[in-house]
């Protein structure tokens, strides 16, 4: 929900809807272990905005690297369509490192310009998807993305104050302890091992993009993408066909994709060798 008015009919200052956002996320946090921390701090931007859900994804330079948080199911299924697609908001706010606003994912001008996406996000329940690039000094780390299953924009008020809560995630991410008690400073360097957790579950997908780029003498980038295109022609996501690349139960053909399973499918103890096809 919307922060309410400190009291009465008085309308709460800028700064001190800013001190209660920052307060609300730090509360959210405080005492938790690292791995808890960063759906916390999901969860409470939930709390302070009239959205369904959050996540924050992680960049690598302008592509998405990895989900940080998701405050539920929906929110890291969006996050993980944004990845396998390589195409949504959440990728346009990394590349132009400013806020992108989805209204309406059911109609012009929202839908037509991620056309696959909105649909992915409108089957998931998602009508309206709002991203927000984090970083410092005009590097985009990552972002903040909000959805919600109605459509609608965000009030001027709602905007004002999503943007303070991505500052604060912002800050999470770099340093969320730095300042608090020594003895919770002993968590200080869990933000570096919340970005290694968040990396782990992708580390999989440079590992199969590796192997497809030797066995199809393929680019990175076209080794990606023929991933990305057998996922989304089997409903899947890319970290679910890289784990398959990697135990060997599946090999992407030279040929374009489509032909059927069949011809991507090997035994489990192939070597990934050419010589078996």
């Keep these: 929900m919307s922060v309410d008015g400190a009291g009465g009919d008085r309308e709460p200052s800028a700064t001190e809807e800013r001190a209660r956002v920052t307060e609300m996320l730090a509360a959210a946090a405080k005492g ?3 791995d808890d921390v960063p ?5 409470a931007c939930v709390e302070l905005l009239p959205v369904t859900g959050a996540s924050v994804s992680i960049a690598s330079g302008p592509t998405v690297r990895a989900t940080w948080c998701a405050s539920d199911s929906t929110a890291a299924r969006l996050a993980e369509a944004q990845y396998t697609l ?16 989805a209204d309406d994912l059911t109609k012009a001008p929202d839908a037509g310009r991620w056309p696959v996406f909105a649909h992915e996000a409108v089957e998931l329940g998602v009508r309206a998807v709002f991203s927000l690039p984090l970083g410092l000094g005009g590097a985009t780390i990552g972002t903040l993305d909000l959805y919600r299953h109605t459509p609608g924009a965000l009030s001027s008020r709602d905007l004002r104050i999503a943007l303070w809560a991505r500052d604060a995630v912002t800050f999470a991410l770099m340093n969320l302890h730095a300042g608090y008690d ?26 199969a993009v590796g ?36 135990v060997r139960t599946l090999r992407l053909g030279s040929e374009t994709e489509g032909g ?4 991507g499918r090997r035994d489990a103890g192939d070597d990934g060798r050419e010589g078996g096809r």
């Design 182 to 207: 020594a003895d919770e400073r002993a968590s200080e360097e869990g933000v570096a091992s919340w970005m290694e957790a968040s990396e782990a579950d992708h580390s999989e997908v440079y590992q």
């Design 211 to 246: 192997m497809v780029m030797v066995q199809l003498n393929l680019g990175p980038e076209q080794a990606l993408d023929r991933m990305r295109a057998r996922a989304f022609a089997q409903g899947r996501t890319v970290t679910e066909v890289a784990h398959d690349i990697l």
């Design 86 to 101: 390589g195409d949504g908001p959440c990728q346009s706010a990394i590349e132009r490192a400013a806020a992108v606003l």
């Design 39 to 43: 759906q916390a701090l999901c969860r």
């Design 32 to 34: 938790l272990s690292p």
């Design 260 to 263: 059927g399973e069949d011809a």
